[in-house]
Each structure stands twice: as C-alpha cells, then as structure tokens.
C-alpha cells in the first residue's frame, strides 16, 4: 500500500504524518529514521482500525483519482 505523507524538518529533527490517516504521525532525528518510523506508526493504525472493524460487515471500493 501506498500513502501520501508530509515531512517537515525541524531544529530537532523531523516529523512526519499521513494526511489519509488522521492522527498517524511520527517523528526521528534523522529522514531516514521519521521514515522507518512512520512505516511502524501506519502499520500499527491499520492493526487498530482492523481490530475496531472486527465483526462489522466490511467492503472496499475503488475510486478513481
């Protein structure tokens, strides 16, 4: 999967977040380290969205951009 994120830098480091997925950010001293980071941060989200959706009657669908 792939989603948009923003990076910003800062005095002390960066921060990063995916506009998709209110309230997923993160942050690292380094680019590299925001992106390992926020890599985890998106993975454990959509464990926590996948374990709120348990039970429900779940679909996708696609929409063209």
């Given at each position: 999967?792939?989603?948009r994120i923003?990076?910003?830098e800062s005095e002390e480091g960066y921060s990063v977040s995916v506009p998709?997925?209110?309230g997923?950010?993160?942050?690292?001293?380094?680019e590299q380290e925001a992106m390992e980071?926020?890599?985890d941060a998106v993975r454990e989200?959509?464990?926590v969205v996948n374990e709120q959706l348990r039970g429900e009657?779940?679909?996708?669908?696609e929409v063209a951009v």
């Open positions: 999967m792939k989603y923003a990076l910003h998709g997925l209110p997923c950010w993160s942050q690292g001293t380094t980071n926020i890599r989200y959509l464990s009657d779940v679909r996708e669908i």
